[in-house]
């Protein structure tokens, strides 16, 4: 998700309290936009030219897993296209797909997941 819509939460704050989470679930090679981190790489659409960069990256046993963080939005489209690639990504690399979401935000979280057949573990933060 776009930074400046996490800008009424402090981003670097609950970024930094995911990474603490993954890596307490013993993931590595820990990617994600914040000091200390390599950035993860960054998706390129190849239809429609929109790049996805996911808020955390990890490994664990071989597979590649993907972190995102949720927060509500206007018109989710991007979202959507978004987490279904990343979906798709852990699928076919053997890892998972984790949204973490803040405190206000899990019904629509969990609306926008259904409604699209987004198969994600959603985790409270």
Do not use: C
Not at 4 to 32: F, H, P
Not at 61 to 88: C, H, Q, R
């Amino acid at each position: 998700m776009l930074q400046q819509t996490r800008s009424k939460i402090s981003y670097d704050e609950v970024l930094a309290n995911v990474i603490d989470k993954v890596k307490k679930q013993g993931y590595d090679n820990i990617r994600a936009d914040l000091s200390d981190y390599e950035a993860p790489h960054q998706l390129i659409g190849k239809t429609n030219n929109v790049n996805f960069t996911p808020d955390v990256t990890a490994t664990k046993n071989e597979g590649k897993a993907y972190f995102e963080i949720s927060t509500k939005m206007d018109d989710p489209n991007d979202l959507v296209n978004k987490w279904k690639l990343l979906e798709t990504l852990a699928n076919m690399k053997n890892g998972t797909f984790q949204i973490y979401v803040p405190h206000g935000h899990m019904k629509f979280t969990q609306e926008l997941i259904k409604d699209h057949n987004i198969h994600a573990e959603l985790l409270k933060i």
